[in-house]
C-alpha cells in the first residue's frame, strides 16, 4: 500500500512542473448512492479533463487494452492485477454519472507506472506511460476545448463531491 502512495507523491511531483494552466487535484474519493471511487489524480485545464491511474509496479508489465488483467513480471515472479485501464474507465464513468456530463465531454484516461517499470503493453486508443513521459503526454493536448465557464464548473463540481481519500493525502487543488 505504501507503494502506491509513495508513486502517487512522486506523479504528483512531476505534475508540479506543468504550467499554472492546469489545476491539479490529488487523491480523491467520490461517493454517489452507496458507490464509491478514488481516483489518485485529475488535472483540469482548457485542453481536457485528465483523469490519472497510478501504478506503482516494477518490472515488466504485460497486458493489452482489452485483457481483464495485466502481468507484472519481476524474475521468475508474475503477479496478476485488473487492467488499469478498464479500472480508469470505471472511474470515468463514475465521473460521468455523478457530474452529469454529456458523453463527449473531455475525459481524458491516463495511466502511468514507476519509470522502473518496462511496459510491455498493446494500446492503441489509450495512454499508458512511465512517470518521466506524463508531462509529455498531457501535452500533446494543444486545442482548447474548455472555456472558461466550463473549467470553472468542472473544478466546482470536483470540489463540490469529493472527500479527502485518506488522512495523508491531499485532495485540494494545488
Not at 67 to 83: A, D, G, L
Not at 118 to 142: G, M, T
Request: aromatic fraction near 14%.
Amino acid at each position: 500500500m505504501w507503494k502506491g502512495k509513495y508513486s502517487e507523491r512522486l506523479v504528483h511531483k512531476k505534475m508540479l512542473q506543468l504550467s499554472d494552466e492546469y489545476t491539479i487535484f490529488n487523491n480523491l474519493l467520490f461517493e454517489s448512492n452507496g458507490r464509491s471511487t478514488q481516483i489518485d489524480h485529475i488535472v483540469v485545464s482548457p485542453y481536457g479533463v485528465f483523469v490519472i491511474e497510478t501504478k506503482g509496479y516494477k518490472g515488466w508489465i504485460l497486458g493489452g487494452e482489452n485483457s481483464e488483467y495485466w502481468t507484472q513480471v519481476i524474475y521468475k515472479s508474475k503477479h496478476k492485477f485488473y487492467n488499469p485501464i478498464k479500472q480508469n474507465e470505471g472511474h470515468v464513468r463514475f465521473l460521468r454519472h455523478l457530474f452529469k456530463c454529456p458523453v463527449d465531454f473531455p475525459f481524458i484516461p491516463i495511466v502511468v507506472f514507476n519509470n522502473s517499470a518496462e511496459l510491455k503493453v498493446h494500446v492503441n486508443n489509450h495512454i499508458v506511460v512511465n512517470r518521466c513521459n506524463l508531462n509529455w503526454a498531457i501535452s500533446q493536448y494543444q486545442d482548447i476545448i474548455l472555456n472558461a465557464t466550463q473549467i470553472d464548473w468542472i473544478m466546482n463540481s470536483i470540489q463540490r463531491y469529493y472527500t479527502i481519500a485518506d488522512s495523508i493525502g491531499e485532495s485540494v487543488p494545488l
